[in-house]
């Protein structure tokens, strides 16, 4: 796994909070992916919460703690 530093994290939960429709939390992992996506691509669970209340509630948390799932990105 890559740690991400927490300012990068605290910066892209700022741009997601900024415009929370163009994003949504997966239900089955907790992250947040574009609205566009039909399949989360961590879990690959297929239900998700597209309310602009938990969008921001989850970029708010994600964004103050370090990275601590495994991404796509971490297995190539």
Known sequence: MTPTPPTARAEAAARIAENPDGYKVCEGCDSIIGIGATICPNCHSFRFDH??????????????????????????
């Not at 602009?52 to 990105?73: F, H, K, N």
Request: no cysteine.
């Open 51 to 76: 309310s602009r209340e938990r969008v921001v509630m989850q970029a708010r948390i994600l964004g103050a703690r370090e990275q601590t799932s495994v991404t796509s990105d971490d297995l190539h």
